[in-house]
Structures are given as structure tokens and as C-alpha cells.
């Protein structure tokens, strides 16, 4: 892991999260190895924490709300979690090449827990938060609603995909931003799909 010379958004982003403890086990844990020899991640983390301290010094405590445990009571009950990091993007780092990083066709396809949908890693960049994958979806099937940890670049290889606003065929390109949201998308006669993505995306929870 090599030190910053420059923080970027998303490295600003990945120490506000650090320090606020919101990072998952698996990227906290990288993240924590590289606070070790980057002094500017260090310093960002460090001015975090401090705000966050004063943020905590300067409110009263309250009880939370009665309703807030009936609420959920009735999201435990009903079958809807909160938003989770997508569990199938816990992965370990790629090995990186010395010069070029190659990655041999006929790999393996995983399931990533949504019937008929499946996804084949081509590289994950634990390090900045990214992840490019295939992904697979069968005819008629649906992927649940998410939000997006970062940037999201979707582009179509083969079939159709829609959405509760968009609808796409084979050659089509679409880009999302970190922290927008998009809803449950599926496909009607199946699709192969190229994504690069971030490994912090929220699956949100159903709607009733």
C-alpha cells in the first residue's frame, strides 16, 4: 500500500467513514494497514475524529423516540433489513501484476444471494473502492433497489435492462454517481452487463 500524495474525494470520503466507524469490517481492517504509512490519511482521520468529539460534547443526550423501537419491531417482523453492504462484494484484494494484470476467459461465475443473477470478478481495488465485474442476469429476473458507496459505470454487453426510469439495450452506457440511488432493476429477456462499482453499495430495504 503506497502513501497519498494528493487526497482525492473518495479518499476523503473512505477517512470521514473510517473515523465515524461506518467503513465494513474488511475495508476497515485495508484501511487501517494503509493508515500506517500515509501520513496525509493519517492527519484527515485524526481532524475527523476531533470533530466528531466536539459534535458529541456540544448535545444534550435524549432517549430515542418510543416509535422508533415499534418501527423496528415492524421492519424485524415484516422481512425488510436495513440497508447492508451488498454481502457478495466482500472480497479479497486482487493480485496485481508486476506491469499488466491479466485475467484468463472461462473463470467461474458466483451468485451474489438474488435468484438468476450472477456476477464474475475481473479485478477488485479494495484500496480505492472499486470493483469491475460481469454480471449476469437471467430472463425475467430483478436485482433489489441500492445505493451507490461511489461512482457506478454500467455498460451493456448482450440483452436489455430497465429501470423505475430508464431502459436499456445491447451497446447502451449509463454512469451513477456516488450516493444516488437505483431502484429495482431487471430485465426481460436477460442481459450481460460490464460494471465498474463500488464495494460499499447499500442494498436498501423492500417496500411493503
Known amino acids: 500500500m503506497k502513501p497519498h500524495d494528493v487526497l482525492r474525494n473518495d479518499d476523503l470520503e473512505r477517512a470521514a467513514l473510517f473515523a465515524l466507524g461506518a467503513l465494513e469490517t474488511d475495508a476497515a481492517d485495508l484501511f487501517a494497514r494503509h493508515l500506517a504509512v500515509c501520513a496525509l490519511c493519517r492527519a484527515e482521520v485524526a481532524a475527523h475524529r476531533e470533530a466528531v ?15 422508533l423501537k415499534a418501527r423496528l419491531i415492524d421492519i424485524v417482523r415484516a422481512g425488510h433489513d436495513p440497508a447492508v453492504i451488498q454481502p457478495w462484494k466482500r472480497w479479497s484484494p486482487a493480485e496485481v501484476g508486476d506491469a499488466m494484470t491479466l485475467v484468463r476467459g472461462g473463470g467461474g461465475w458466483e451468485a451474489t ?11 477488485v481495488d479494495a484500496a480505492n473502492d472499486r470493483l469491475t465485474m460481469l454480471v449476469r442476469m437471467a430472463a425475467g429476473t430483478e436485482y433489489p433497489a441500492h445505493r451507490h458507496g461511489g461512482v457506478e459505470e454500467c455498460y451493456v454487453l448482450e440483452g436489455d435492462l430497465y429501470g423505475p426510469n430508464f431502459e436499456m439495450s ?3 452506457y449509463q454512469r451513477l454517481e456516488g450516493g444516488s440511488v437505483h431502484g429495482v432493476q431487471g430485465t426481460r429477456g436477460g442481459c450481460l452487463l460490464f460494471i465498474v462499482s463500488s464495494l460499499n453499495d447499500q442494498l436498501l430495504p423492500s417496500q411493503p
Open 170 to 172: 445491447q451497446g447502451d
Open 113 to 123: 444471494g438474488t435468484n438468476g443473477v450472477e456476477v464474475r470478478r475481473l479485478f
Open 53 to 67: 468529539q466536539a459534535l458529541g460534547r456540544a448535545v444534550e443526550p435524549v432517549d430515542p423516540p418510543p416509535a
